[in-house]
Structures are given as structure tokens and as C-alpha cells.
T-cell receptor
Framework: DVKVTQSSRYLVKRTGEKVFLECVQDMDHENMFWYRQDPGLGLRLIYFSYDVKMKEKGDIPEGYSVSREKKERFSLILESASTNQTSMCLC?????????????FGPGTRLTVL | GESVGLHLPTLSVQEGDNSIINCAYSNSASDYFIWYKQESGKGPQFIIDIRSNMDKRQGQRVTVLLNKTVKHLSLQIAATQPGDSAVYFCAENRAGGYQKVTFGTGTKLQVIP
């Protein structure tokens, strides 16, 4: 079974702090994704990566950056957290192979910025 | 998570009955569709998928129907069980590769014992 893990389930930070969320997948997937999930808005793509050291902006990249130094690891960084970044942060991974559009999700990190 | 259920359309179904969850998609060029299930406190899990060259696909207790004419997708769950209580999302593939899918806002399914 595919396993996607995230470094924290719950995180509380203060405005202006730097926040670092890490995601690890064990299926050698090429593609990795960071989403945020908010009530009534569904899942919105922040950033994705299709290879090591490669990244592309999603629909709402403002205020976020990412890092992919190793294939299995994809990090989401908030350089200076703000209250409007309070959300559920979801990481996902997927293959470019046969089931190319299926993504496997981690359990999520509920981020609260005070 | 707990707050995902707020402001979501909710479908309440008696245990043992069949459930039908509907989804309208927007891009007529979408060629691949997926249903995900998200239980409280967990990330979304893949349920079933369908390509645009098909109208119907069946899995274990689940069936997905695709109507391309009206851009409508439905998920049917047979003999609904308490463990089926969750939020269900449809997702469509966007043209352009790299798995850029668009997710719907979700429907909450409540199973009444």
C-alpha cells in the first residue's frame, strides 16, 4: 500500500513565524503535491513537483514556497505565517504511469496561525 | 477534518439503502474522473475512477456513471453501511498533464443506523 506521511497532525504557530511542513512518500512516485482544504472551498492546489528540484505553482501559491531535494520528500514552507493561512494542509503523491491521475493523500496537518 | 463538513451539501441515507452522490464538472475537455472518500480526521482516499470513453464503471459496492452530454458524474453506493459516512469528492483531470486535477467541494454522506 502507498504510504504518505506528514510531519505533524496539528500545528499552532504565531503570525510572522516560519513554518516548515514535511511530507514523505514511500512509493517512488515522481509527482508530489501540496493542497490546502478550507470549508466550502474543497481542495486547492498550492504547489506541485514532478521531479526532484522541480516545482510549479498551483492555484494559490502566494505566501508559500516548496522544496524537493529528494524524490520521496516534499516540503511546504511558510516564510512568515499569517492568520489567513489557517487551514488543513494536505500532501499527496502520484505516479506518471498507468494510473496517472490518481493521487494518494497523507493524513493532513491542521495548521492554526494565531 | 471536523470542519470539512461545514457548509457542505449533506445526504442522509438509511443503513442498507443505496446512496447516490452527484457531481457536475466544468471542463468538457476533461478525460479522466475520480471519486475520493474523506473520513473525519483523514486525508482523501481513492475509491474509483472512470475515463471519458466509458459511461459506467463498477467496483465493489460502488458504481460511477458518467454523462458527458450534461457534464455530470455520479457515485452510487449499494447497501450503504455506517462506515460509508464521510465526505465524498469528485475530481476531474485538467488538460496539460502532470496530474493537475480539479476537485469538487464535496458532499457529506450521513448513514442513519
Amino acid at each position: 500500500d502507498v504510504k504518505v506521511t506528514q510531519s505533524s497532525r496539528y500545528l499552532v504557530k504565531r503570525t510572522g513565524e516560519k513554518v516548515f511542513l514535511e511530507c514523505v512518500q514511500d512509493m517512488d512516485h515522481e509527482n508530489m503535491f501540496w493542497y490546502r482544504q478550507d470549508p466550502g472551498l474543497g481542495l486547492r492546489l498550492i504547489y506541485f513537483s514532478y521531479d526532484v528540484k522541480m516545482k510549479e505553482k498551483g492555484d494559490i501559491p502566494e505566501g508559500y514556497s516548496v522544496s524537493r531535494e529528494k524524490k520521496e520528500r516534499f516540503s511546504l514552507i511558510l516564510e512568515s505565517a499569517s492568520t489567513n493561512q489557517t487551514s488543513m494542509c494536505l500532501c499527496a503523491s502520484g505516479s506518471s504511469g498507468q494510473r496517472r491521475d490518481t493521487q494518494y493523500f497523507g493524513p493532513g496537518t491542521r495548521l492554526t496561525v494565531l | 477534518g471536523e470542519s470539512v463538513g461545514l457548509h457542505l451539501p449533506t445526504l442522509s441515507v438509511q443503513e442498507g439503502d443505496n446512496s447516490i452522490i452527484n457531481c457536475a464538472y466544468s471542463n468538457s475537455a476533461s478525460d479522466y474522473f475520480i471519486w475520493y472518500k474523506q473520513e473525519s480526521g483523514k486525508g482523501p482516499q481513492f475509491i474509483i475512477d472512470i475515463r471519458s470513453n466509458m459511461d459506467k464503471r463498477q467496483g465493489q459496492r460502488v458504481t460511477v456513471l458518467l454523462n458527458k452530454t450534461v457534464k455530470h458524474l455520479s457515485l452510487q453506493i449499494a447497501a450503504t453501511q455506517p462506515g460509508d459516512s464521510a465526505v465524498y469528492f469528485c475530481a476531474e483531470n485538467r488538460a496539460g498533464g502532470y496530474q493537475k486535477v480539479t476537485f469538487g467541494t464535496g458532499t457529506k454522506l450521513q448513514v442513519i443506523p
